[in-house]
């Protein structure tokens, strides 16, 4: 188990266990706050009194937008529920309500794809198991906590009674929609570029002439796909060209959605509060199936994705798509490493007697075999790289493309164990000294740092290629640190076109006197 896991198991353990016992709660005095009120989830069907029709009111974003921000619970009134939820407490048969119907949720819409996945929720059950649990009450905001930190690895987020605050605290607003969904303009001889500015809609009337406009593209050497402001869950607009680079038709690219018949009450739970963007899964059905063979010959033209923390689901899939099936380089990462693609359709869980509310996503979607195979799990896209990058993407993308020596492998360039033996221009960007990296070689730890005005994407491509791939990672601006290097693969990095530059040195300590 990571530490990181261990962690958020500890933060559940203490709020079911009651790491400071709180004593019986005794009689209200003057001033107490109310008793706590069970909310359980009520399906939209069942009985209610007559009431007078309702005055329709406009529904505000919910913490599970991908579009907007939700607005958070003004601090004045937060910090009065913040106390209001420290003061009620839940007793131990309450907790083992409230934990029966958050794992029973899990089992249903949270399958366990990995292992690791399946130890961690067996050790998280033991632990809040009658036997293991203490007999002593617990604050609603101790359990809230200790639920937003375990599901905070599946997606699953937590909010105490009358506090509000975004799930995804890294999540970008959507831009207001462009005047026009794209626009196709040449970046370079022969490499053309195609600006995607939003997926939400792929019926609205401005997709009319995509078809066509898109003629330019096919005797271009290069194309660069932008997808970097494509929010949206839409991809009918893109299909037809992706069949057509990719020379799969009908594209096939989902293996399953899978939507438990259980749903439907949670998924109006949350609608009946907030407004709901998540996609049409009526527009995703045709995509499930099995991924035909090449039909027609794919585009000969070489293809790179720009993509950045705004890409939604309709952009992961393009850009997916593209990674497996026409061997397209991706530039950029997506959101905070979390894949947009996965998971779709906001729902809400009241716990029964705490009132936490769960907010998690009902329909799971999944992709093919192949595509996972090339670019990682439909949860985990492979993409993501801590970029960090200032400079221009495209203008990076289209030097990747045209350059021929950007496109070396590693492993084409001879490896040598001294730095005499380099060639002169190569030698001239490696600075230090190998017996710096040998065991013992630096008393305090050794520093390797790659100067490159690359981004760590490109840079992760062309290092994975080395016979021994260096651990890399994003330091500052256009530093980046090299982590588990031997001298061999430091001086075929050294000879890329990339890297402008390497250095090797000992750490330093500060002395403690």
Not at 80 to 86: D, G, H, P
Not at 413 to 434: D, E, I, Q, S
Not at 478 to 497: E, R
């Amino acid at each position: 188990m990571s530490v990181r896991d261990q962690r958020s198991l500890l933060v559940l353990v203490l709020a079911a266990c009651g790491a400071t016992p709180s004593p019986a709660p005794s009689a209200p005095g003057p001033g107490a706050p109310p008793p706590l009120v069970t909310a359980a989830l009520v399906p939209p069907d069942a009985a209610a009194a007559p009431a007078a029709a309702p005055v329709p009111v406009a529904r505000p974003s919910g913490p599970l937008s991908y579009r907007i921000k939700v607005t958070e619970t003004p601090w004045s009134d937060r910090q009065t529920a913040m106390r209001r939820n420290e003061a009620r407490m839940v007793d131990k048969a309450g907790m083992l309500e409230d934990f029966a119907a958050y794992f029973a949720m899990v089992d249903e819409f949270y399958a366990t794809r990995t292992r690791e996945q399946a130890d961690y929720l067996s050790t998280a059950r033991d632990r809040a198991s009658p036997a293991r649990m203490s007999p002593y009450p617990s604050s609603v905001a101790s359990l809230a906590r200790g639920f937003l930190d375990v599901g905070s690895r599946q997606r699953i987020c937590a909010r105490p009674p009358d506090e509000l605050w975004h799930c995804d605290p890294f999540m970008v607003p959507a831009p207001a929609s462009p005047a026009a969904p794209y626009t196709i303009t040449e970046e370079a001889r022969g490499v053309m570029r195609l600006a995607i500015g939003d997926l939400s809609n792929g019926a609205d009337p401005a997709w009319s002439r995509f078809d066509a406009d898109l003629a330019p593209l096919a005797n271009a050497k290069a194309i660069v796909l932008d997808l970097r402001e494509a929010t949206g869950g839409d991809p009918r607009p893109l299909l037809p060209w992706l069949e057509r680079v990719t020379g799969r038709r009908p594209l096939r690219p989902l293996r399953s959605i899978h939507r438990p018949a259980t749903a439907d009450p949670y998924v109006v739970a949350y609608a009946a509060r907030f407004t709901s963007d998540g996609r049409d899964r009526a527009v995703w059905a045709p995509l499930v199936g099995t991924m035909p063979a090449t039909t027609t010959p794919p585009t000969r033209a070489r293809i790179a994705v720009v993509i950045s923390p705004r890409c939604g689901a309709a952009c992961e899939l393009a850009a997916r798509v593209l990674e497996t099936h026409a061997g397209a380089i991706v530039l950029g990462n997506p959101a905070h490493y979390l894949s947009r693609l996965h998971r779709d359709e906001p729902a809400l869980l009241v716990l029964p007697r705490s009132a936490v509310e769960i907010y998690f996503y009902a329909t799971e979607y999944l992709l093919s075999r192949d595509i996972e195979a090339k670019t990682g799990t439909t949860g985990e896209w492979n993409a993501f790289a801590g970029e960090g990058f200032d400079g221009d993407l495209v203008a990076a993308a289209v030097r990747e493309l045209t350059e021929p020596r950007l496109a070396r492998r590693c492993t084409a360039y001879p490896a040598y164990t001294t730095r005499a033996a380099m060639p002169p221009a190569a030698a001239a960007k490696l600075h230090g000294h190998a017996s710096s990296l040998r065991p013992g070689g630096c008393s305090d730890g050794v520093e390797v740092t790659l100067h490159s005005d690359m981004p760590l994407s490109s840079l992760h491509r062309f290092a994975a290629t080395c016979s021994q791939p260096p651990d890399l990672t994003h330091y500052v601006n256009d530093v980046f640190s090299i982590g588990n290097p031997s001298y061999p693969v430091l001086t075929q990095l050294a000879q890329s076109d990339l890297v402008k530059a390497i250095y090797i040195g000992c750490s330093h300590r500060p002395t403690i006197r």
